[in-house]
């Protein structure tokens, strides 16, 4: 009796130890990765508690076929899930978020691809051998040995046989999930995820209603002049103003914008609202800010330059997934003529000089009142596939490098190849529209930098580590003879070039530049007006940027 007792403990133990080998992988990488103990503890609990419940369905399960199954789906979505969650400590240092999942959901194959041949490293391919290493098991056993091993014999073997057994473990299994609802629901990944997904597309379907029209009802009593005007707006790509030669940098990576810099108002203080492209981009674009992002009742710049009576022109050569899925997409269909250039057959091996041709006809095509607004790849990773062979300028080590070795010195070298690639991109649009000889301006900015080795160990963006490259962003104009001597007092204040601003308030500065009024205009949130208010600039959750 004693012996068939301690055999039951036995495969109990067994079983038990199998389905939590999960959990006791996460308790240890979080230890070391989970930066608050308090995080942590609340963690591994709700991991704990959502392991059980696997293993409670295993338990009642009588079909040996169906144990068998259950075992590997179960054991592959918690290898999954460990994976991700500890990838997620390890690069960010926080658990998974709605504003990480957005991403996610916006990211097309190619950028998946890219992101992840940029940060995979050694420990990520150890993770996801030790992570998944009870799939591989399983798959092993499963499929080339076929069950030979007297472990998994056992394991699947054990059940609970009384009905007063299955019973608890029944109401076991509901406790569990009550536990998990009410006490560690944004602890829970599937939880988290499909929150964060619902609230994606109901945003989604939200933003379609509102800002892919030509034209928007929250934006009223808009008027423009009536006289002959072109204006491009540059919108850049993960380029960080600390790789500019403009504003400082130590390598000549603006050669041909230094060139006309007398002819430049380079402005030394805007950051982005955001750090990532479609978080940025909704903010900036339209009338969003850090307290209403998404706004029920939205409109951008584009349905006002519509509503001025401008042809407006959205020109990119960034991939939309779907026609109408990606947010910056979304926005710029709004625009009376659109081109993307790298829709079709796209591989990252089209440069944005592919975008001069489109920009010249834009520029050629009849109408007196024009609005082009172009939106780079830029210095999106990966950056040696952001310029040709001929801008392969950098290969040395910077001097002035922070971390030095293999990866960083080549990262920079290539980073600093596509900033000066973009130098070469933006003077010719400039150059392009200085040759019409109309009354015209061009703005540059970038949606946001990348950290590239300059105040941490990192590269790319993410709002977790939030660093300055990644928010300090070039923000250039050039004005055309014409447009200077119709308004012959805008800019006589050098001050302004240091104004701290946000460009969170940027449709208030794109109105007054381009000569458009509307019922919600505020001119004190124009960078050029004279009646400029500094505001805190808001990143995150409610942080002020320049309280640091």
């Keep these: 009796m004693k012996k068939i007792v301690f055999s039951q403990l036995n495969h109990f133990y067994t079983s038990l130890s199998f389905v939590l080998y999960h959990f006791f992988v996460f308790s240890l990488a979080g230890w070391f990765l989970i930066p608050f103990k308090i995080g942590y503890f609340k963690d591994i609990i709700a991991f704990g508690a959502f392991s059980l419940l696997f293993y409670f369905i295993f338990l009642i399960i009588n079909s040996y076929k169906l144990r068998k199954w259950w075992l590997l789906i179960s054991s592959f979505m918690l290898s999954t899930i460990v ?98 609802y009410i006490n560690f629901r944004p602890e829970n990944f599937l939880f988290a995820i499909a929150k964060s997904f619902k609230e994606y597309k109901e945003t989604k379907k939200l933003l379609k209603n509102n800002l892919a029209k030509q034209e928007s009802i929250v934006l009223t009593n808009v008027v423009g002049l009536e006289e002959p005007q072109t204006y491009v707006v540059i919108i850049g790509e993960s380029t960080s103003k600390w790789h500019m030669q403009l504003y400082g940098y130590r390598r000549n990576t603006n050669p041909l914008l230094t060139e006309i810099k007398k002819n430049l108002i380079v402005f030394n203080d805007v950051i982005t609202p955001d750090v990532h492209t479609i978080t940025a981009i909704d903010k900036i674009l339209t009338l969003s800010d850090a307290k209403n992002p998404y706004k029920k009742e939205n409109g951008s710049v584009i349905q006002l330059a519509n509503q001025a009576g401008f042809k407006t022109y959205w020109i990119s050569n960034q991939k939309p997934v779907g026609y109408y899925e990606s947010i ?59 310029y040709p062979k001929k801008y392969n300028v950098f290969k040395n080590e910077y001097k002035h ?39 015209s301006y061009v703005l540059y900015f970038s949606d946001h930098g990348d950290e590239v080795f300059d105040t941490m160990d990192f590269i790319g963006h993410s709002s977790y580590h939030a660093t300055k490259p990644m928010y300090e962003i070039p923000f250039i104009l050039w004005l ?69």
């Design 83 to 180: 994976f991700i969650k500890i990838i997620f400590y390890y690069f960010y240092g926080v658990k998974i978020t709605s504003s990480a999942v957005y991403v996610v959901l916006e990211t097309n194959i190619n950028e998946a691809s890219e992101y992840l041949s940029t940060y995979l490293n050694n420990f990520i391919f150890v993770i996801f051998i030790i992570t998944f290493l009870p799939v591989f098991y399983l798959l092993n056993n499963y499929f080339i040995r076929k069950n030979k091993s007297q472990f998994l014999d056992i394991l699947l073997s054990f059940k609970p046989k009384s009905i007063r057994i299955k019973i608890i473990v029944v109401l076991l299994f509901f406790i569990s999930i009550s536990i998990i």
């Design 328 to 386: 910056p997409t979304l926005i710029g269909s709004a625009a009376k003529s659109k081109k993307f250039i790298a829709t079709d057959n796209y591989n990252y091996d089209i440069y944005d000089e592919s975008l001069l041709p489109f920009i010249e006809k834009a520029l050629e095509e009849k109408g007196d009142k024009k609005i082009i607004f172009i939106h780079l790849i830029g210095t999106h990773v990966s950056y040696h596939k952001r």
């Design 401 to 439: 490098l922070k971390f030095k070795n293999k990866k960083t010195i080549e990262y920079v070298n290539t980073y600093d190849n596509a900033v000066l690639y973009n130098d070469f991109i933006v003077r010719s649009i400039i150059d392009k529209v200085r040759g019409k000889d109309i009354k």
């Design 480 to 548: 055309s003879d014409k447009y200077k001597k119709s308004n012959p007092t805008f800019l006589t204040i050098n001050s302004i070039l240091n104004r701290k601003y946000s460009l969170e308030n940027f449709i208030h500065s794109f109105s007054e530049i381009s000569n458009i009024k509307f019922d919600s205009l505020n001119l004190s949130k124009s960078i050029f007006n004279s009646n400029f208010m500094y505001r805190p600039r808001i990143i995150k959750k409610n942080k002020n940027y320049d309280s640091d």
